[in-house]
């Protein structure tokens, strides 16, 4: 897949695109005071992420 | 995927834990096991140019291929990485072309409607014909197979949610794809540990260090400048283009590509970081195995990954000698040293006859979430009438990434 983003990413530049490419120029979300570092918070989706995954396999 | 800022190697530590005795055969290292066939190579330092039409960011295979499209359409394009090139996932990944398969598998109908859905679906199935192409016309040696990927599901409710997704995978990457009950998923796996799951043929393998190396000489042979290791500062609109402020000095280009993915924060862009979550993920190689059992727990030599959100990918090597583990081992920083130990477990849960396996190599890099799950192009900012594009390029987890990526 980034090996096809590149290439179109590239195609857009040089304008040579003959169509749309549906991923150019979807909105980009961000979240409010992220900078780049989610250190902070990535235990505490891991641990819920973990959660869920035991969850799911006992409801099965 | 990308390469390249602000991430720190894992320098093997001198003293390992007890959990690690006997489970690290003698001479384990602590880097990418696919390094032993293709270690990204240095690059003697040069003068860059002055001025170039475009500047990639990041020699990963997003810069890569778009460097080699660019020469083909007869742009100057100067690639920089802070790195060496393809020093990050683009060497480090599982190695599993996934042809839009996490894509075509997300919640896209809810966050995007229909209409919208439908056409991103399309442009990332288009990814799989594309690097097969890619491949062969480049005749880029990488132990490329289609050969296909399992999808255990972790659970029952999991199982539900691939069949509903099926018929989509199957229409979008062109390649049949179908349910394996439980029963038959012995066919799949040598394990009984899922409760079936999905096979969908438009996938593949390959090995994903020679895989970068042969982009990079493939897009050099167009006419592509690769420059390494060179830190790009800052990249600031000048007249028509923009100046970039490099550890190798000043050059001047019509147009910035970013390519930087997981290695993006600390980077010339906080706009593109602030929308990029870096995420480590870590993988073991197992010493070389008696080639039946590979062939056992691994019938057609198939690429697996499963449902959990905590996801598992695995495969056997290349060669068919050992068994490759992806898992995100630890949501924090850990050393590879450290996540060793841990990913084995997760194998010997799946794999009971791995359970005296040693490893050779544990390895981690960065892959990048989005947080709408997606790809991106675009432009940075936004729309913008200036004639000459800054670009941002992006990926959804590192696929193959090191989940693959």
Not at chain 1, 11 to 32: V, Y
Not at chain 2, 106 to 111: A, D, F
Not at chain 2, 314 to 333: H, K
């Amino acid at each position: 897949m980034a090996s096809w983003i590149g290439h179109q990413a590239a195609l857009k530049i040089a304008g040579a695109a003959n169509e749309r490419f549906a991923l150019d120029g979807l909105p980009f979300p961000t979240r409010p005071l992220y900078r780049g570092n989610p250190a902070w918070f990535l235990p505490i989706v891991g641990r819920w992420y973990r959660f869920r995954d035991a969850l799911d396999r006992r409801a099965a | 995927m990308g390469a390249s800022t602000g991430f720190a190697a894992n320098a093997p530590s001198g003293k390992l834990g007890c959990m690690t005795d006997g489970l690290l055969a003698p001479g384990f290292r602590a880097q990418p096991y696919w390094w032993e066939a293709a270690e990204p190579a240095s690059r003697a330092p040069h003068a860059l140019p002055a001025r170039v039409s475009v500047a990639v960011v990041g020699g990963g295979y997003a810069g890569l291929s778009a460097a080699l499209t660019l020469a083909r359409l007869g742009h100057q394009a100067l690639v920089l990485d802070a790195e060496r090139i393809g020093w990050g996932a683009s060497s480090r990944n599982g190695g599993m072309v996934s042809g839009g398969l996490k894509v075509a598998r997300g919640p896209l109908e809810r966050t995007l409607g229909p209409a919208r859905a439908a056409e991103v679906a399309r442009a990332c199935g288009a990814s799989f014909p594309f690097i097969e192409e890619l491949i062969a016309r480049e005749e880029i040696d990488c132990d490329y197979r289609r050969s296909g990927r399992f999808v255990g599901a972790w659970a029952a409710g999991h199982y539900a949610k691939l069949e509903q997704n099926v018929a989509r995978i199957a229409e979008i990457s062109g390649q049949p794809a179908r349910m394996v009950p439980e029963a038959a998923q012995r066919a799949f796996l040598g394990s009984d540990h899922y409760r079936g799951g999905m096979f969908a043929e438009g996938t593949g393998g390959l090995h994903p260090a020679k895989y970068a190396r042969g982009l990079a000489a493939a897009a050099e042979r167009a006419g592509a400048t690769l420059a390494s290791p060179v830190r790009v500062a800052g990249a600031a609109p000048e007249g028509a283009g923009f100046r970039l402020h490099t550890s190798a000095g000043e050059v001047r280009a019509d147009a910035v590509l970013l390519a930087t993915n997981g290695y993006s924060h600390g980077g010339p862009s906080p706009w593109l970081a602030r929308r990029l979550l870096p995420v480590g993920s870590y993988i073991i190689a197992t010493e070389e195995l008696d080639p039946g059992l590979v062939a056992r727990l691994f019938p057609g030599g198939r690429m697996i990954s499963d449902t959990k959100r905590v996801l598992n990918y695995f495969r056997p090597s290349p060669d068919g000698r050992r068994v490759l583990w992806g898992g995100r081992a630890s949501f924090g920083p850990i050393t590879a040293e450290a996540a060793a130990p841990r990913l084995h477990a997760m194998m010997v849960d799946v794999f009971p006859e791995l359970a005296p396996a040693r490893l050779t190599h544990a390895w981690t890099g960065n892959v990048a979430f989005t947080f709408d799950y997606l790809p991106h192009i675009g432009v940075e900012g936004g729309r913008t009438t200036r004639p000459a594009a800054r670009a941002a390029a992006s990926r959804w987890r590192a696929g193959s990434g090191i989940r693959r990526p």
